[in-house]
């Protein structure tokens, strides 16, 4: 296998960048015998002519065209591997963008991200609550990189990996007359008021909009900021809700609540984490991938 090192690389782009041996020389700064010395020693070990000597100066043959080309895309990486180090050394603050929608956001992400944070302290992570329709353009229009959604929208065209497997469910106090059953329609619960989240939130968007397509629309009693609060309503019989599962367990030690199953498909969902280009990601952002992704 023929070996390379950087200055070889470099010595290469500068003869591009120059178009005359003489010049890249003393851009690295080296003497032209040892430039030139370097060349053909470069060439004799790929027994392939990368230059060819025109009037006006060097220009790259078929084979060295195809080495420019692969230097180029070397001296980029060595370059984002240099700021990112040099990020490192001197803990300057990188800010990464991740957007995840309600049930990510309010379930699984802490704790996916904390080891993440822990191990980069130079990370400055924003994360921003969308509905999935809205990461999932937000991602193919390239505005964002790294997005968290429901794995049963089409996902053509992204990078696709698992994140967790989620269920929505009903919350209701125990005395409610739904908490004699395991499972019901989601249609036999709009007959009852609801504890609901904000409006702008992403999950009460979505069950709201389900509420319209089965015929009758959510009937909102009052909305809570926060699960807790939500539950705690519940648990008093002002109305019932819908949460996370995880959410909803959690809550359900300490309170008198009651699960039940929803029986439709849209309750049960694979929230995934996607982005557009791998490759487009520098390497902080595909480290949090990494991380997400385990």
Not at 109 to 125: I, K, T, W
Not at 199 to 220: C, I, K, N, S, Y
Not at 225 to 246: E, K, M, R, T
Request: glycine fraction near 6%; hydrophobic fraction near 50%; proline fraction near 5%.
């Amino acid at each position: 296998m023929t070996r390379f090192d950087l200055a070889d690389l470099n010595l290469l782009l500068l003869v591009e960048q120059t178009g005359s041996l003489s010049a890249a020389a003393a851009a690295v700064p080296v003497a032209l015998s040892a430039a030139s010395y370097r060349l053909r020693q470069l060439e004799g070990r790929l027994g392939l002519q990368l230059f060819v000597r025109k009037p006006d100066g060097l220009e790259p043959t078929p084979a060295g065209r195809i080495a420019l080309d692969h230097a180029h895309r070397v001296w980029q990486q060595v370059a984002q591997m240099q700021a990112a180090l040099a990020q490192l050394a001197g803990q300057q603050q990188v800010a990464l963008k991740l957007a995840a929608n309600t049930v990510a956001n309010s379930t699984f992400l802490p704790e996916a991200l904390g080891p993440f944070l822990a191990d980069f302290p130079e990370v400055s992570l924003q994360v921003e609550e969308r509905a999935s329709r809205d990461i999932l353009k937000g991602l193919r229009d390239g505005e964002l990189e790294i997005g968290v959604l429901d794995g049963n929208l089409d996902l053509d065209g992204l990078v696709s990996l698992p994140f967790r497997h989620d269920r929505l469910v009903l919350l209701v106090a125990q005395q409610h007359p739904l908490a004699s059953r395991q499972r019901c329609s989601f249609a036999e619960t709009l007959a009852c008021p609801y504890v609901g989240m904000p409006a702008e939130r992403a999950m009460q968007r979505f069950v709201e909009d389900m509420a319209v397509l089965a015929g009758r629309p959510l009937t909102v009693r009052v909305r809570a900021p926060s699960f807790d609060a939500i539950a705690q309503l519940v648990a008093q019989n002002v109305g019932v809700a819908i949460l996370p599962l995880a959410a909803a367990q959690r809550l359900a030690h300490s309170l008198p609540l009651w699960l039940v199953e929803l029986s439709e498909a849209w309750a049960t969902r694979e929230l995934r984490v996607c982005v557009r280009d791998v490759a487009s990601l520098d390497s902080h952002a595909r480290q949090l991938l990494e991380y997400l992704a385990r």
